[in-house]
């Protein structure tokens, strides 16, 4: 059996969505978990229906009334119903690794579901047979305890089904005039109070699972220093690019020059520093739908998309500008200027794959630093043809100066 491990919502109800919605702040792919979350334990369901068959089944046998006939039709009617929906939901993500399944369907299932319980109670608890009361009242506390622990995940929703259970019982009660059983009416309150805390706690519970683990997930992803993706990170996200023949993308490969003389001289923490602020440097010019990421030490990489190879060059020479022109301030009034050498190919003209658009970037970036540094490469194959040539300021130096790091005095 697949389970939804994610789920979405059709409606644009925003009613319906309030039912929906969390208790807390989550982020897309949060929401998204949550809500695959109601279509899980389809088996309670499904068992749910039999016992409520069994209680309706003797109601008929006991009172032979024809309306209790019609809701055991309605009730195969629906049991049928929701084992399709999941047969056909089951079907979908058998055949689509990728197919997040709507929860619309389900969620109309179960609000009837719960309404024709809730009939099916008050009925029961009106008219004067003993033994069906007692079915009955074993029945709704046996459902409450499933739907709220297979509906946490969304508690409004959840609350409305106990609802739904629920307030038709109590008004069975009140309608066949019993005095003693008024005492429901007391008891109603603090019950629904405890089972709202319990769904509470738990949906609670799980938002803070999910809040540990995105931030888990962002640390592992991203760099500890600059707060960019790191290369795992990097790798995560270039996979999730799939195949697409009139996609436009450029992978840049950047390496710093004179980074390492600034470390070996003034320590690992000017080091550190200078890495924070070239990577503000170069975030500030990246935006939108682009990433940044640093590969490790030195070395950092930008990922372009929707570009055209003729838009790639002269963003290279604005990140080589900007890494290059202006010194930076470090410690102790320390002012140091560094360089930085770019590699890139775009796809799909120097390649087929992100992987191997980042093998072409990173040998284009070889090719740079082999032509003297402080300039942008474009991938070019071994027959050096035009589409793949030297491009960035006409395969011309950026004006990158090898400046020594400097002290200056403290203003």
């Given at each position: ?88 939901r089951q079907a979908h993500?058998?055949?689509h690794s990728g197919y ?312």
């Amino acid at each position: 059996m697949q389970k939804a491990a994610h789920g979405r919502l059709i409606t644009r109800s925003a009613t319906v969505a309030w039912f929906f919605k969390p208790l807390g702040n989550v982020n897309d792919t949060g929401r998204g978990f949550l809500l695959g979350q109601l279509l899980n334990a389809p088996l309670a369901a499904l068992m749910g229906s039999f016992c409520a068959l069994m209680v309706l089944a003797t109601a008929y046998l006991r009172t032979a009334h024809f309306f209790f006939g019609v809701l055991i039709v309605v009730e195969l009617a629906l049991a049928a119903a929701r084992f399709l929906e999941w047969r056909w939901r089951q079907a979908h993500l058998r055949a689509h690794s990728g197919y997040v399944p709507a929860i619309d369907l389900s969620a109309l299932l179960s609000l009837l579901w719960c309404t024709l319980q809730g009939l099916s109670t008050y009925i029961i608890m009106s008219s004067g047979d003993s033994v069906l009361r007692v079915l009955s009242a074993t029945l709704v506390m046996a459902l409450i305890g499933p739907i709220c622990s297979r509906n946490y995940a969304a508690p409004r929703f959840a609350f409305l089904l106990v609802l739904l259970l629920d307030l038709p019982f109590v008004a069975g009660a009140i309608a066949s005039h019993d005095p003693w059983l008024l005492v429901l009416v007391v008891m109603t309150p603090p019950f629904l109070i405890g089972a709202m805390q319990i769904i509470v706690s738990f949906h609670r519970a799980l938002l803070l699972s999910l809040e540990a683990q995105a931030r888990n997930l962002h640390l592992a992803q991203h760099d500890s220093l600059t707060g960019i993706l790191n290369r795992h990170g990097m790798d995560t996200a270039l996979s999730r690019i799939k195949p697409d023949a009139q996609r436009k993308m450029a992978l840049m490969a950047i390496d710093l020059d004179g980074f390492k003389q600034v470390n070996d001289s003034y320590g690992h923490g000017a080091g550190d520093l200078l890495l924070i602020k070239v990577a503000q440097r170069i975030q500030a010019l990246v935006s939108g739908e682009n990433l940044l990421g640093r590969m490790g030490g030195d070395e950092f990489m930008v990922v372009m998309r929707d570009v055209s190879p003729a838009q790639v060059g002269p963003f290279a020479e604005a990140l080589i500008a900007a890494i290059s022109h202006r010194p930076y301030e470090l410690h102790g009034g320390m002012m140091a200027r560094i360089g930085a050498s770019i590699g890139y190919a775009c796809l799909p003209e120097d390649a087929a794959t992100a992987a191997e658009l980042r093998l072409r970037a990173d040998q284009a970036l070889y090719k740079a630093k082999e032509a003297g540094k402080g300039i942008g490469v474009r991938y070019r194959d071994k027959r050096g043809n035009v589409s793949t040539a030297l491009s960035c300021a006409g395969e011309a130096r950026s004006g990158f100066h090898r400046l020594q790091p400097q002290r200056v005095a403290p203003r």
